[in-house]
C-alpha cells in the first residue's frame, strides 16, 4: 500500500539500518531477539522454528512457510534444490508475495537474504510484521503505529505512574506492559505491589505471565529493556502488537464504551461551556456596574495636578483596562454562539441565561458604559484648561496686588500729615507741588486697580476654589483705594488753600519730579510686563508677544535718553545747591523718586529684557516641537482611519460573497484576520504619539479630522467583526459536517439567502426570512412563523443570521447514526440480555464518566424488577432527555 513508500516507520531504507546498527549495536540485538520469538510464535504451528534468524531464512523454504501461515494462503511450490539459484528463487517468490499484498520492497533483495544479510533479513522481518501484524490495527480512526499507540494509551490511561507517549523509553519501567495485561485480566497481576523503581521485577512478571497465561512468547529479556538507554522502538511495537492480537477479543466491547463517552463528554462540554458563559457574563457586567458611576462622575477638583491624574487614570482605563473587557464581550458572543450550535447539532434545547444576562442585556449595559464614557474626556480636558486659566489669573492677581499694597505703602500715613501747617512757603510750595505729582501718580495707578477688579470679577465667574480670599483682598484694596481717594482730595483742597501764602519754588524740582514719577511707573510697568506669565497655544500666539517684545526693546534708546534727561536735571540741582549753598539741597520737596532708585529700577529692566529673550525663544521651541507632535500624529492618523474604513467594507464584501468552500473562506478569513493583528503596532505608535501630545497638554490638531478616540473605537469594531465572521464560518462548519450538507445544498443556502438579504447586511429580518419560507413552498401562519422564529431567533431581536438560515433548512433531513450508534453501544454493552446494570458501565467506562452517566440513569426504574438496570428508552432518555431517538 502507499502508506509503506519512503516512510521511515514501517519500510525503513538501507542507509537508515546501518546508521540505526552504528549508533546502538543492542538495538540489533533486539531485535534479532524479539524478531525470533515473534517469526517462531508463528512457525510453531506449523511445527517448526528458527533459531538464528538471518541462516534459517537463506534457502527461504522457512521464510515461505512463515509468509502461508501468517496469511493463511498458500504460496508457490518452492525448489527444494540446495544451489544458490534455487535458493534466490524460493526467496524471490517470498519477497513477490510480500509485494502482492501492497508492500514496496525498497533495496532489498533476495541476493542479501541468501548471503546471510543480517540488516537486509531484519528489515524484511520488520516489514512482514508492519503488514501482517500492524498496519491493520485501527482505533479510532487512527491506524498501524498511531492506532497501536493510541490503543495503549486509552488501556493505559487510568494506572498512575504510566504515560504511554513512545515505543521506546515509554516502557522501559515495564508497568505499561503490566497495565495491559491488569486492564484486561486483572487477576493475573496484583498491580498495586509494583513499584516504578524495580523495573526488572515489573518487566519479568509481565513477560513471564504473557508466556504462561496469555500464549505470549517471550521476545525480550528484561536486562536488554533497562540495560538500554533507549529501547528499540521496532522490537516493542513487535512485543506490543502481540499483546494487542491476544486481547482484540475485548475492542467491541471497548468501542461501544467509547461511543458512549463521546455523548458524555459532549453533554459535561456543553454543560461547562453554560458555566463559563453565566460566570463571564457575571464578571462582566458587574465591571460594567462598577465604572459607569465613576464615569459619571463630574465633580472636579481643586487643583492641576488632581485633575491630571484623574486624566492619566482615565488614560489608563482606556489603555488598559477596557481592551479585555471588550475581547471577553466579544468571546461571550462567541461562546454563546457556539454553545447554542453546539446544542442545535446534539439536538439539546437551546441555552437561556439566567434573567438579565442575555447577550442583549449584555450590548444594552455596554451600551450604557459608552454612554457614561463619552463626553468624560472632554471634560477632562476642559477642567485642566479652566484650572491652567484660574492658576494663571490667580498669580497674576497676587502680583499686581502685591504690587499695588507696596505701592499703597504708608501713603495714608503721607496724606493725613500736617506739615503744611507750620512749613515754610517753599515748603508749601514743595508739598503742593508733591501733592501734584502724587495725584498724577494715584492716576496713573487707576488701571492698576480696575485689573485687579476684573481678574477676580472673572476668577469668581470661573468658579476658582480660593475665591473668598481673593474677594477679600480684593475688597480691601478697593476700600483703601477709595480712602485715599478721599484723602488725596482733603490734602488738595487745603494745600491750595495755603497756596498763596507761598511764592517761591525751585523748577528744578518741579521738573525732576514730573519727568521722574511718569518714567518711574512706566519702568515699573515694564517690570511688571517684563515678569507677566504667559500662556499660549499657538506659534502664532507666541510669534506676536514676540513682535510686541521687540517692539519695546525698540524704545529702550529713547527710555535711556529720558532717564540721562532726568539724571541731569537732578545732577543741575546738586550743582545749584553746591553753587549756591542751598538748606534744601539733597532733598526733593516734590517727590519721594531719587536717582538711586531710577537707576536700580532701570538696571532690573536690564535685567529683564534678556531673561524675557529667553523665555520667548524656549515657548517658541516648545510649540514648534507642538506642531511637530500634531504634524506626526495627523500624518500617520490620516493613514490608519481610512485604512480601518477599508478593511471593514472588505470584511462586509467578504461575509456577504462568501466564495469558495467554507474551509477556503475560513483560511482566507484567519489570514486576513493576520494580516490585521500585524497591524496592531501602527496603533500602539500611533496611541504612543498621542499621549506625546496629551503630555504636552496639546488641546487642538487643525492637520486631521481624526482623534485617537476615532481609531480606537474603529479598530475595536474591525477586530470584533472579524472575530465574529470567522466564528460564523466555524459554526458553518460544525453545521455543514454534523448535518451532512453537501457543497451544493451550501451553496444553494448561501444563493437564497443573499437573494432575500435585501440590505446587503449578511443578516436578513423577520420579513425578509418569512418572504424567503414562502418562496421555497412553506404553508406559514403566525403562529407556524412564531414556532420557525424562536427556532432561528432563541434571542428575540428579529434578525436570522446566516448560521441560524442553513440550521433550519437542513433540520428536516437530519440523519439517525447517532440513535443508530447508541442501539449498537446498548447491544453490545447488554448481550443477551434487554437491559445494562450499573456495574456493567462501571467496568467498561472511565470512573467520572461511570458516575456521571449512572447520576443520569438514577430517575429511571429497569424492567422485570431488576433493580439498577436499564433498557434501551430508559438509557438512550438518560443520556439525550426527551428526543428523538
Known sequence: MDQYDGDEDYMPQEDDWDRDMLLDPAWEKQQRKTFTAWCNSHLRKAGTQIDNIEEDFRDGLKLMLLLEVISGERLAKPERGKMRVHKISNVNKALDFIASKGVKLVSIGA????????KMTLGMIWTIILRFAIQ???????????????WCQRKTAPYKNVNIQNFHISWKDGLGFCALIHRHRPELIDYGKLRKDDPMTNLNTAFDVAEKYLDIPKMLDAEDIVGTARPDEKAIM??????????????KAETAANRICKVLAVNQENEQLMEDYEKLASDLLEWIRRTIPWLENRLPENTMQAMQQKLEDFRDYRRLHKPPKVQEKCQLEINFNTLQTKLRLSNRPAFMPSEGKMVSDINGAWGSLEGAEKGYEEWLLNEIRRLERLDHLAQKFRQKAAIHEAWTEGKEEMLQKRD????????????????????????????RVEQIA?????????DYYDSPSVNARCQRICDQWDALGAMTQKRSEALQRTEQLLETIDQLYLEFAKRAAPFNNWMEGAMEDLQDTFIVHTIEEIQGLSTAHEQFKATLPEADKERQAILGIHNEIAKIVQTYHVNMAGINPYTTINTQ?????????KHLVPQRDQALIEEHARQQNNERLRRQFANQANVIGPWIQTKMEEIGRISIEMNGTLEDQLTHLRTYEKSIVNYKPKIDQLEGDHQLIQEALIFDNKHTNYTMEHIRVGWEQLLTTIARTINEIENQILTRDAKGISPEQLSEFRSSFNHFDRKRTGIMDAEDFKTCLISVGYNLGENEFSRIMSIVDPNRMGLVTFQAFIDFMSRETADTDTADQVMASFKVLAGDKNYILADELRRELPPDQADYCIARMAPYTGPDGVPGALDYMSFSTALYGESDL
Open 597 to 605: 532708585e531710577i537707576n536700580a529700577k532701570w538696571d532690573k529692566v
Open 238 to 251: 513487535t512485543y506490543v502488537s502481540s499483546f494487542y492480537h491476544a486481547f482484540s477479543g475485548a475492542q
Open 136 to 150: 491493520d490495527i485501527s482505533v479510532e480512526e487512527t491506524s498501524a503505529k498511531e492506532g497501536l499507540l493510541l
Open 111 to 118: 541476493e542479501e537474504i541468501v548471503d546471510g544479510n543480517a
Open 454 to 462: 476684573a481678574i477676580a470679577q472673572e476668577l469668581n465667574e470661573l
Open 420 to 447: 503744611f501747617e507750620t512749613a515754610s512757603l517753599s515748603d508749601i510750595k514743595a508739598l503742593l507741588k508733591k501733592h501734584e505729582a502724587f495725584e498724577s501718580d494715584l492716576a496713573a495707578h487707576q488701571d
